[in-house]
């Protein structure tokens, strides 16, 4: 009896796989121990979520957000700044996400594909200390921008996508995300383009 009990543990202990961990983001080698971790679903909307990380961080902690696929989970360590920044480097490193839940270059209805986020990374989300860029790549910054009321479907996939397409770039410069907010255009956004 007590050998089936031992053939019966190894089995067991043999079919479950062990979860491997990813982390993105410059805070990624941070004290791990002050991470609040974050699970985009949880939001109603994208106004409570950037309050939620805007919070954590100014409270001195580091915002980590979960992403959980099978035996794999991915923890993106945001960027966020107490005080409000404005960032508009030519429009380069933002994706408007507008209430369809999908992603789009900055304030445009050019949706952008799962297939394309690794040469928009090399191309749009590559971040260089200097203005040349024959430098090496500092990091890479992705800015997800939407209306305070907008909804958060479709950011947890995008997420998933761009470290998928930074894991397959295999470079050592930093994947970083930083969440702004927007008001709409008061022009309708077909004249924009």
């Not at 939001?43 to 902690?61: A, H, K, M, P, W």
């Not at 945001?78 to 994706?95: A, Q, R």
Request: hydrophobic residues 35%; glycine residues 2%.
């Amino acid at each position: 009896m007590f050998k089936y009990i031992i053939i019966f543990l190894l089995l067991v202990s043999c079919k479950k796989q062990k979860t491997q961990i990813k982390d993105y983001g410059t805070s990624k080698a941070s004290d791990k121990s002050l991470a609040v971790p974050i699970i985009i679903s949880d939001f109603n909307n994208y106004g409570e979520l950037i309050d939620e990380i805007r919070q954590v961080t100014c409270n001195d902690s580091i915002v980590k957000i979960v992403l959980e696929q099978k035996d794999l989970v991915k923890n993106v360590y945001p960027i966020e700044y107490c005080e409000p920044i404005i960032f508009d480097p030519n429009e380069k490193h933002y994706v408007t996400f507008w209430n369809d839940g999908k992603p789009y270059e900055h304030l445009t209805l050019i949706e952008i594909s799962a297939d394309s986020l690794e040469t928009k990374l090399i191309d749009d989300f590559s971040y260089y200390r200097t203005s040349s860029k024959t430098k090496e790549i500092e990091n890479y910054l992705v800015i997800i921008e939407s209306e305070r009321t907008g909804k958060v479907v479709g950011i947890e996939e995008f997420l998933t996508n761009l470290t998928n397409a930074y894991d397959n770039l295999k470079t050592k410069s930093d994947l970083n995300v930083a969440f702004f907010e927007f008001s709409p255009p008061s022009i309708p956004i077909e004249e924009i383009e």
